[in-house]
């Protein structure tokens, strides 16, 4: 069973920063695609940010554009996400997205992704 665990969310103050991870694990399996998404209390899930595993396209949200950088390290199964000049409005649970469906582009939608991590609490104060 594919297993994606996140790690590294926390409390920074507005215009810190923090850098997410991701790795990849749980058995034998092809990685297509990785991404991020966040959750904020009574708001829908949101695209933040994804990578296309082989080539490494990249793809943001409007809302981190400028802001965000995702990564990843293939031989490690691992994506991360540094995130720069931290606003409150970023605050929410980071969720790490899998995909291992056959595709060459960015996915900005939750349902292309397969497998989901727990989730890491982001919290930005102001």
């Known amino acids: 069973q594919v297993q994606p665990v996140e790690s590294g969310g926390g409390l920074v103050q507005a215009g810190g920063s923090l850098r997410l991870s991701c790795v990849a694990s749980?058995?034998?399996?092809?990685?297509?695609?990785m991404g991020w998404f966040r959750q904020a209390p009574g708001k829908e899930r949101e695209f933040v940010a994804a990578i296309v595993w082989r080539g490494g396209s990249t793809g943001y949200g409007d809302s981190v554009k400028g802001r965000f950088t995702i990564s990843r390290a293939n031989a490690r199964n691992t994506v991360y996400l540094q995130m720069n000049s931290l606003k409150p409005e970023d605050t929410a649970v980071y969720y790490c997205g899998i995909r291992t469906r056959y595709g060459t582009v960015v996915v900005t939608s939750a349902e292309g992704y397969d497998y989901w991590g727990q989730g890491t609490q982001v919290t930005v104060s102001s």
């Open positions: 749980g058995g034998i399996f092809s990685i297509y695609g």
